[in-house]
């Protein structure tokens, strides 16, 4: 997929850069049966009260059933179309199966319509194809990664992400994260070959903040902007920085760590991810 830029004839053209559908997207309307009405919160609870600020509005949107467990082992499916999600940044395939069954999936990169893709133990370790770690080739590049098996996959599923299988010792693989992470997961949690697909997505720029309210994100103000009643950053004559950067409920941001010291997953971590 390529990326568009456009002549400066308005303020908001001039650093929009956008994605191209054309030979990359093959449908625009979704498959009725694999789609779900969303609502939209606005940022409010079930009782009306607001517990996330700067969301609200935007456009409306229809929920894609994505297949992430990929559990029809032995089915083969054909690649129907590609189509575009607007629910996050990778696009999605539809499959239809031999059976009748159709599902959408994680498009991976260099998957083409009419290809045939297959899961389970027995497929061919080609693009599409969803293993178990097992079975896949160490060094293969991989993309939505179960961390459980048959949670579904969980990890390496945006736009341009890949993980790869390093090694297996024993009932584990070692995988490397995208985010430079190394950790043991079991052999028998499934992923699927390949790069996810629309890679560009990270050259994108809106060019102007209305795009912003459509996606339903509102104005986002600043916490060195507040009066200290407000925001611990707040405050100070003058234009003040605000002081060590932290939330507005006084958590350290930039480096404080969250994660529990004695989590029990921690000894699956061989290799921290990247500062």
């Not at 625009?28 to 517990?51: D, I, M, Q």
């Amino acid at each position: 997929m390529a990326v568009r830029k456009f002549k400066p004839t308005t303020p908001g053209q001039r650093h929009k850069v956008i994605g191209v559908f054309k030979g990359t997207i093959t449908a625009t309307t979704p498959e009725k049966s694999l789609t779900v009405g969303k609502r939209a919160s606005g940022g409010r609870n079930s009782e009306g009260h607001l517990t996330t600020r700067y969301l609200g509005g935007g456009h409306k949107r229809k929920f894609r059933l994505i297949d992430f467990k990929r559990n029809k082992d032995g089915v083969p499916a054909v690649v129907k179309s590609i189509e575009y999600d607007p629910n996050r940044s990778a696009n999605i395939a539809l499959l239809y199966y031999v059976d009748g069954a159709k599902a959408y999936i994680i498009a991976p990169n260099g998957l083409q319509v009419g290809a045939t893709v297959v899961s389970g133990a027995d497929a061919a370790p080609e693009v599409g194809n969803a293993l178990p770690l097992s079975k896949i080739p160490v060094g293969t590049v991989i993309h939505c990664i179960e961390l459980r098996p048959g949670q579904g996959a969980f990890m390496a599923r945006s736009a341009g992400t890949s993980a790869q299988l390093v090694s297996r010792e024993g009932n584990y693989a070692i995988v490397k994260l995208p985010s430079g992470e190394t950790r043991k997961i079991l052999a028998t949690c499934k992923a699927t070959i390949g790069v996810v697909g629309n890679s560009e997505h990270m050259l994108e720029r809106s060019g102007k903040a209305g795009r912003s309210r459509w996606l339903g994100r509102r104005p986002h103000n600043r916490g060195v902007v507040m009066n200290p009643v407000d925001h611990p950053m707040g405050g100070g004559e003058g234009r003040s920085s605000g002081g060590h950067p932290r939330s507005r409920k006084g958590l350290y941001a930039k480096g404080l760590k969250t994660r529990a010291p004695k989590k029990h997953s921690s000894k699956y971590i061989i290799e921290r991810r990247k500062k």
